[in-house]
């Protein structure tokens, strides 16, 4: 089974700190993504990456920065952290079918993220 | 501009009932669609997909959906809800460079 896994379940910080919110995956998958989940909104792509060192905004990439230094792993920055970026993160990875770039995606369990 | 729309934002079902989710998307282009299902406090799951070929897909947990082109629909369908079934049902599309798109989420409550 894929196995997705996020540093943490759940985080507390306060505004203007720097945030970390960690990914792993460990099935190799070239594609790696950051969403937010907001009730009645979705997900919103907020990062993805497509190969190590890669990495391409997505929908609302605004006050978030990503690094992909390994293939497994794919880190979302909150530079600074304001109060409206309090929501659930989630990390996907995914393993492109042959010939194209598009594939299922495997979630991990998220962060639910509270900036005070 | 590019989208996925559920309609029923609250769904409240009697197990045994038939269930169905609707699902529209607005993109060009190849189709490619997602049904993922995320239970109480766990993670966001695979349900189901359609990339291309037979348009009545087949997926976990009793489960289908038909592709409908003409009506730019994907609907998620049981015939039979059990109360495991309540969680929040989400619709993606692929819309290309390696984007998704994501409906809004259905929230679904089956009664015991």
Known sequence: DVKVTQSSRYLVKRTGEKVFLECVQDMDHENMFWYRQDPGLGLRLIYF???????????????????????????????????????????????????????????GPGTRLTVL | AQSVSQHNHHVILSEAASLELGCNYSYGGTVNLFWYVQYPG????????????????????????????????????????????????FCAGYTGTYKYIFGTGTRLKVLA
């Open chain 1, 49 to 107: 990456s497509y190969d190590v060192k890669m990495k391409e905004k997505g929908d609302i990439p605004e006050g978030y920065s990503v690094s992909r230094e390994k293939k497994e792993r794919f880190s979302l920055i909150l530079e600074s952290a304001s109060t409206n970026q309090t929501s659930m993160y989630l990390c996907a990875s995914s393993l492109p079918r042959a010939g194209e770039t598009y594939n299922e995606q495997f979630f």
């Open chain 2, 42 to 89: 766990q993670h966001l799951q695979l349900l189901l997909k359609y990339f291309s070929g037979d348009p009545l897909v087949k997926g976990i947990k009793g489960f289908e959906a038909e592709f409908i082109k003409s009506k730019f629909s994907f609907n998620l369908r049981k015939p039979s809800v059990q109360w495991s079934d309540t969680a929040e049902y």
